[in-house]
């Protein structure tokens, strides 16, 4: 049972993090499952992905639930913390939005490329 | 791990190779698989290779980073007194170095008075013709003089002086006299003890002298200021001790990375 001052620790999330959790807050995914859908909000490949994997389960935010039947493809799932760290990031943004939204910053709906 | 047969991949594959072991141990086949699926995925091979190669640069580095033990305290201070001590050592070793360089043009110079001129010395002629003695002469205390860097013989004045050790004639002044040296100079050269000193006429002033005997029983001295010289090794000095500066923030950065890196892990 993680204290209350455990989740907070984690905070705030790095980009990269983030998306990988996000991914799993539906249900338990592969690592190509992940980096697909956390590519809807950043840049990843293996590496990073990887890297991140390694990193949340070092830090108990993500939980290993087994292989496929070749041991190639490992799923993953967020572990209990995992969820208090998601739930607590999410509001934070949330907080961030809310108060952008009251300085008058408008909300677009879909994120302008950059020019690079 | 199974070799991939497409060429980016098995570049890939090789790179795997270069993450730390015990991560390569864990994650390599998760990680080929995962660019097998994007290789068949991507469009444009460009698109594959491109944004797979910057990001296993990036997670490179990072791993080996992490992977990378805390530097102990104790090795940090050892490195952080090995660094000042080597620095103390380049700053001395060049100081003399300089120093010694200073010596090297009026050495030069008075050797080719206080030898009789031969055919392996001619070529040097219109050195000494440069150095005409009954010429201008340069004001040693003038700024112009103290400060001239310029690479050649135009900054080297030479003085001839009696058996006895007194100034007959020279292309330099010290106050509109001829530079006069301790006696005692003269007596050293003679005995050959020395042919180089840094001589301090008056504060401010500092010059390298190189005497030499002149088969008449008197003596050649030729100079420079060492202005020049000293203003190198101050500029010397200032790099490192800037060097020593940044190396003494890394030592505590590291340090104080070894602490953090005992206590807690990090996201």
């Not at chain 2, 000042?84 to 008075?110: K, N, T, W």
């Not at chain 2, 190396?247 to 953090?260: G, N």
Request: net charge positive; proline share 7%.
């Amino acid at each position: 049972m993680s204290s209350p001052t455990a989740f907070k620790d984690h905070l705030p999330l790095t980009p990269a993090v983030f998306a990988i959790l996000l991914a799993l807050a539906d249900g338990e995914k592969h690592g190509y499952a992940i980096m697909l859908e956390a590519r809807q909000h950043i840049a990843m490949g293996p590496g990073t992905l990887y890297g991140s994997i390694d990193r949340l389960l070092a830090s108990g935010l993500v939980a290993e639930t087994g292989f496929t039947d070749d041991e190639r493809r490992r799923y993953y799932r967020l572990s209990a913390l995992g969820h208090q760290v998601l739930t607590a990031e999410t509001t934070r943004l949330a907080q961030s939005v809310k108060r952008a939204r009251s300085k008058g910053v408008r909300v677009l709906t879909r994120v302008p490329e950059s020019r690079s | 791990m199974n070799t991939p047969t497409q060429p980016r991949l098995r570049l890939y594959a090789l790179a795997l190779h270069l993450y730390p072991s015990a991560f390569r141990a864990r994650y390599a086949d998760e990680m080929l698989s995962t660019a097998r699926l994007e290789y068949a995925r991507s469009s444009h091979p460009l698109r594959f290779t491109a944004p797979l190669a910057a990001d296993t640069l990036r997670s490179l580095l990072r791993e080996h980073l992490r992977a990378a033990k805390p530097a102990s305290p104790s090795y940090v201070a050892a490195f952080a007194l090995f660094f000042s001590f080597l620095l103390i050592g380049v700053s001395v070793v060049s100081q003399q170095f300089l120093r010694h360089r200073a010596d090297g043009m009026p050495r030069f110079i008075a050797g080719l008075y206080s030898t009789p001129m031969d055919e392996k010395s001619e070529p040097y002629r219109k050195q000494l013709v440069a150095h005409d003695l009954t010429g201008p002469k340069h004001e040693i205390s003038s700024p112009t003089f103290l400060n001239n860097d310029n690479p050649n013989s135009d900054q080297i004045f030479a003085i001839l002086y009696d058996a006895a050790g007194h100034a007959l004639t020279g292309n330099a002044t010290l106050h509109g006299a001829l530079p006069q040296p301790p006696s005692g100079i003269f007596n050293e050269i003679r005995s050959g003890d020395i042919d180089e000193v840094t001589w301090r006429p008056e504060p401010g002033i500092r010059l390298a002298l190189s005497g030499h005997p002149m088969p008449n029983g008197g003596f050649v001295v030729t100079g420079q200021s060492l202005a020049p010289s000293e203003a190198r090794t101050a500029r010397l000095n200032s790099i490192l001790r800037w060097m020593w500066l940044f190396a003494m923030l890394a030592c505590c950065f590291l340090a104080l990375f070894a602490r953090r890196n005992t206590r807690s892990p990090t996201v």
